[in-house]
């Protein structure tokens, strides 16, 4: 049962390895985006795309059997902090050209 445990345990280990990876990964576009809208003079909130987001999310929960509520929290926390990651990118660049 304990060895069982310490196997199930590792399982969640590697994925919890890949979904940090994987967090990184969409946390580092933040930078790429920010220059682009920058350039474009638009703004970092984009409603519409995040109503995009949120809406493929929701079907992407029910063709996973996640719990929808958890699956937009999630998505709230990452998209929050991309939105904070582009403005401190922002910010610090601008900082830089004073
Ligand atoms: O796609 C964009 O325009 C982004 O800035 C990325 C992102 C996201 O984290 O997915 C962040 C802020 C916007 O409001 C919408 C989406």
């Avoid at 345990?9 to 590697?14: C, N, P, V």
């Avoid at 990964?25 to 930078?31: D, G, P, V």
């Avoid at 610090?92 to 050209?97: H, L, S, W």
């Amino acid at each position: 049962m304990r060895e069982k445990l310490e196997e199930i345990r590792k399982k969640i280990d590697e994925i919890d390895n890949k979904i940090l990876k994987l967090i990184a990964e969409r946390n580092s576009l933040a930078k790429d985006v920010a220059e682009i809208k920058n350039q474009l003079g638009i703004p970092i909130n984009d409603p519409d795309r995040e109503k995009y987001i949120y809406d493929r999310i929701r079907k992407l929960c029910k063709e996973h059997n996640v719990d929808e509520n958890i699956g937009i929290k999630i998505f709230q926390i990452l998209i929050e902090h991309n939105k904070a990651l582009q403005r401190k990118y922002l910010e610090e660049t601008q900082n830089k050209n004073k």
